[in-house]
């Protein structure tokens, strides 16, 4: 077993990156004086892939919304089911299934051991039978009925159904009632085996633990096997939106909107770099302190409800504007306006060092989260990076980075403007 210690000085922070012998990636940071425990169990494996990689190296299409349908199975078992198991030991367990992967996870103060074993067990275990995958394709059918009433999920799958031609992004997570209908108990057998191989997960703790129970719990629970990462296929995707505009009404008091600005480029994914410096670039242009969000909510065009984020994962990018606002086309005319000016005038140093302070002060505050601490050190364990990647970022990354990134960025002819106006 190989067990190396990642250490950031200046963050006086460190944790464990180890080889488990069964093919298991476990990463660990204790945090003394912590009364709390925090530990996700996660695979690479979302709701983008809509693809499964057989033997012989070639691609099968499986249905839209898998991902999210094993999650909700894998809960199940013939006696209690794991929310059940967990109840008995205090622990409180959830999971979820994002776009490009899924987590099973448990925070606790007290019982840590039994409560990841119970993770590592029920994980580890699955049970499927066509009588119950029929019974949970009618709750998740009005799960999906559900959201299309949300107006922050619709507003977005609005924009990135207008955006993208042919990415999974495009579509729920939780699939369509047609793309469900198709799955059985064989689909998610097939897609377990293949998603759910060790070697394809990763085990993240974070809190009142030490890397000794971690083990411990691991060499009893865990056995090796055989296996490699599973692979994504790249798809085609054109440079141009579908749609320019979209509208949809809902019951809302105010409109709601996503500005959404789609990103062309030649690799499948971002580079930590390009993540950090693409946040410090939308803060100069837009963040509570610029002069475009001053300007927009003094003209009261937007509310504190306004933010933005960098999109991204693999195969896709894209930058989001979003909030509430009677006059929607008027903020995003705001929004392209500004760009515009800083294509004309440029950045102001003074304002770039204020932003990457700002933000780096923010990222050492997250250290004090273990939950967020653990799900960030497997997010950077499956894009290749430890936690500590974007603080040596921060420490470097200059004006001239974020102009090189917004030369080819934030190009208005491939934007989408999605609208949620009320009923």
């Known amino acids: 077993m190989n067990i190396k210690e990642i250490k950031n000085e200046l963050l006086n922070e460190k944790y464990y990156d180890i080889d488990h012998p069964s093919g298991l990636k476990i990463l660990v940071m204790p945090k003394e004086n912590y009364s709390s425990s925090y530990a996700i169990f996660a695979t690479k494996y ?27 199975k894998l809960f199940e078992s013939e006696d209690l089911d794991a929310f059940e198991r ?8 959830n999971a979820y299934t994002s776009f490009d992967r899924t987590g099973y996870l448990f925070s606790c103060s007290a019982n840590f051991k039994k409560n990841l074993e119970i993770l590592l067990d029920f994980v580890q275990n699955p049970y499927f039978t066509q009588a119950t995958v029929e019974k949970e394709q009618g709750i998740i059918g009005q799960e999906i009925d559900m959201y299309k009433d949300v107006p922050d999920w619709e507003v977005m799958f609005n924009c990135l159904m207008n955006m993208y031609h042919n990415l999974p992004v495009r579509i729920d997570i939780a699939g369509t009632h ?18 759910y191989n060790l070697h394809n997960m990763v085990l993240s703790v974070a809190g009142n633990v030490s890397v000794d129970e971690v083990i411990e719990v691991a060499d009893k629970m865990l056995k090796p096997v055989e296996g490699k990462m599973a692979q994504r296929k790249v798809i085609d995707e054109p440079k141009e939106v579908v749609s320019s505009y979209v509208e949809e009404k809902l019951s809302v008091a105010t409109p709601q909107f996503m500005f959404g600005f789609k990103e062309n480029r030649d690799t499948p994914e971002r580079t930590a770099k390009e993540e950090v410096t693409m946040e410090i670039l939308l803060d100069m242009i837009s963040g509570q302190s610029s002069e475009l969000y ?30 509430e606002s009677t006059e929607p086309k008027a903020v995003a005319d705001e929004i392209v306006k500004e760009i515009k000016s800083f294509r004309e005038n440029g950045f102001d140093k003074a304002a770039f060092d204020r932003t990457k302070k700002k933000l780096y002060g923010r990222m050492i505050m997250g250290m004090n989260d273990v939950d967020g601490i653990a799900n960030n050190m497997a997010i950077s364990y499956f894009a290749g990076e430890d936690i500590f990647t974007d603080f040596e970022i921060y420490k470097t990354v200059t004006l001239e980075d974020v102009e090189e990134l917004f030369k080819n960025t934030l190009d208005e002819n491939y934007s989408v403007l999605s609208v949620i106006k009320p009923n």
């Open 46 to 72: 979302g709701s983008i892939d809509t693809m499964i990689q057989m033997k012989d190296g070639s691609f099968k299409e499986i249905p839209e919304g898998t991902a999210h349908f094993l999650e909700h």
């Open 86 to 93: 967990f109840a008995k030991t205090g622990a409180s367990a």
């Open 178 to 195: 047609e793309s469900i209908a198709q799955i059985s108990a064989e689909t998610l057998y097939g897609c377990y085996d293949n998603f």
């Open 294 to 323: 001053r300007r927009l909510f003094d003209g009261k065009l937007i509310n504190n409800s306004f933010g933005f984020e960098y999109f991204t994962g693999f195969g896709y990018s894209c930058v989001f504007f979003a909030g």
